[in-house]
C-alpha cells in the first residue's frame, strides 16, 4: 500500500476558505503557530491553511473536496495528544481541520443515560454538562481542559477513571463521522444492546484520524457518587503494589475507582518544581498509591480506613494519609497530575506509556530498568500510571549534566529496549497515547503482521485514496 498526496492548489485553498469564511481560515504564521507545535515540542509542522468548520456539513463538503483533490486533511481537536497524531508533517502540504468551533451540546437525554455532543467540546465542558443533568461523564485527564471529546475518541483516550468505567471506547453509544469522500455516517445512536453486524463505531475510535473525522457522539452518562475518599499512601516495594491491589479490590470491590502509583522519583520533581505541591507523608519510600473510593454516602471513608489498617497490618503500607476535605483531596491529585508538567524541569524526558498484564508490573520495573542502564549509565526512569490497567508511564529523565539533545538522541534506542522488556511480557508499547507519528515504526516492529495488514486493508477501504491524516498510525 503507498498513497500519495499532493500538495493543495490556490484555486482549492480558496474553495476550502469559502466553506469556512475568511475569519475562520488562518493562513498567518503567526497565527497558525499554537496548532502547528504540540506539548512535547518533539513536531514542528507546515500548513498551507487551517480551516475551522462549524458545522458537520462543512466537514462533508471540504473533505469531498480534498478527496476530488487528493490532498491530505489532518484532524485536530485541543491539539493535547502525546504522539504528534495532530501535527501535519514539515513538507507543508496538508491542511489542518480543527473542530475547536464545533461545540454544541446537541440533546441531554431525559432518562439521564446518554449526552450527544460535538467533537470539539471540551472534556472539562463535557464533564461540566453531565454534571449540570445531575449526572456523570467519567473521563478524567490532566489535559481535560483542552483536550476534545473528538480527540478522546479518536484515541481512545484512558486516564485514572479506567479502572471503574473503562476507557473512552466502553463510555460511548454512537458516533457521528464524517468519511474521506465526504459522506456523512450517522450512528448517534443510544442502545445499550445492538448486534446488526460489524462494530463500525468501533473502527473510529482509536483510529487517531485516519479513518475519518469525527462530528459527534453520544456519550454514556453515568449517576454520581454521592461521596468520594482518597488517600496517599506508601509502599515499602514495587513488589507490595500487586498484593495491595488485590486487597483493595477484595475490600472495595466497585467502589475503587482510582488505583494510581508513583515511584519516589518523581514525587520529589512535583514538589520541586510544581508550585503549591508538598510531600504528604513525613518518611520517605521508594513508592506511594494514591487511591479513591466512591460510593454511598457515609460508606467510603470507613471502607477506606479499614482497608488501610489491614494493608498496614500484612506489612502492604508503611504510612498514609487520608483527605479530610475537598481541597485535601485535590492537593493529592495534584502531585499525581502534575507528573508529566514535572519532568519538564529536569531536562530531557524520553517517554513511554506501555502496558503489561497487572502481575507483570513489578517484574517489567525492575527488567526496564536494567534495559535503561545499558542504553544510558545514569539516566534516571521515573515510572507513574494507573495499576489497575497495568499501564506505566515509563519517563525516563536525563542524567544530570548531560546535553538535552545528546541524551534525546537516544530516544529510538530507549524506545526499542523499553519496548521489547513490556512485548516480552506480552504487554502493549501504547496504553493509552496512541501511535500518531512518534510509534509508526515500532508499530511495524512488534505488532503482529497479520494485524498489520488488516489494520492496511481497512485503510485503504475507509479512504483509498489515503488523504486522512497521512503518515499517522500507519506507515505510507
Ligand atoms: P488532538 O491532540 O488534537 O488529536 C489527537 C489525535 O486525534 C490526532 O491523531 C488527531 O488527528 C485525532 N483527532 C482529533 N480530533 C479528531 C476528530 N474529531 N476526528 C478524528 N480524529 C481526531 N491521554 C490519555 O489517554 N490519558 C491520560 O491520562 C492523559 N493525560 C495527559 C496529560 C497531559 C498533561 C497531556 C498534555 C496529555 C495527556 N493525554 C492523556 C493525551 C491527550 O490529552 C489525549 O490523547 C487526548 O485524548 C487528545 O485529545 P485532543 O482533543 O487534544 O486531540
Known sequence: ??????????????????????DNAIADPAEQAPYLSEWRDLYMGRTPLIVKPAST??????????????????????????????????????????????????????????????????????QDAARKAGRLFPLGLASEGSATIGGNLATNAGGHQVLAYGAMRALVYGLEVVLADGSVWDGLRALKKDNTGY??????????????????????LFPEPDERTTAFVSLPTAEALLPFYQLAERRAGAALTAFEFMA????????????STRRPLADDAPWFVLLELSGAEG???????????????????????VAQSLTQAQDLWKLRESASEAQKGEGGSIKHDISVPIARVPEFLSKAQEAVQRVCPGAR????????????????SQPPGMARADYLALWDAMAHAVHDVAVSLGGSISAEHGIGRLKVAELVR???????????????ALDPKGILNPGKLLAP
Open 1 to 22: 500500500m503507498s498513497f500519495s498526496v499532493r500538495p493543495p492548489s490556490s484555486h482549492f485553498l480558496s474553495r476550502l476558505t469559502a466553506i469556512v469564511g475568511a
Open 57 to 126: 456539513d462543512e466537514v462533508s463538503r471540504m473533505l469531498a473536496l480534498a478527496n476530488a483533490e487528493g490532498v491530505g486533511i489532518v484532524p485536530q481537536g485541543g491539539n493535547t495528544g502525546l504522539v504528534g497524531g495532530q501535527i501535519p508533517r514539515e513538507a507543508g502540504g496538508e491542511i489542518v481541520l480543527s473542530l475547536k468551533r464545533m461545540r454544541q451540546i446537541r440533546h441531554v437525554d431525559p432518562a439521564g443515560t446518554s449526552m450527544t455532543v460535538e467533537a470539539g467540546l471540551t472534556l472539562a465542558e463535557a
Open 199 to 220: 462494530d463500525l463505531r468501533d473502527l473510529f475510535v482509536g483510529s487517531e484520524g485516519t479513518l475519518g473525522i469525527i462530528t459527534a457522539a453520544t456519550l454514556k
Open 264 to 275: 519516589d522519583l518523581i514525587v520529589s520533581f512535583v514538589v520541586r518544581h510544581i508550585p
Open 299 to 321: 460508606s467510603t471513608a470507613t471502607l477506606m480506613e479499614r482497608l488501610l489498617g489491614d494493608a498496614a497490618e500484612a506489612g502492604l503500607v508503611t504510612d498514609g494519609v
Open 381 to 396: 526512569p521515573v515510572p507513574f500510571g494507573h495499576f489497575g490497567d497495568g499501564n506505566v508511564h515509563y519517563n525516563i
Open 446 to 460: 512488534v505488532k503482529n503482521p497479520v494485524e498489520i495488514e488488516l489494520m492496511r486493508r481497512v485503510k485503504e
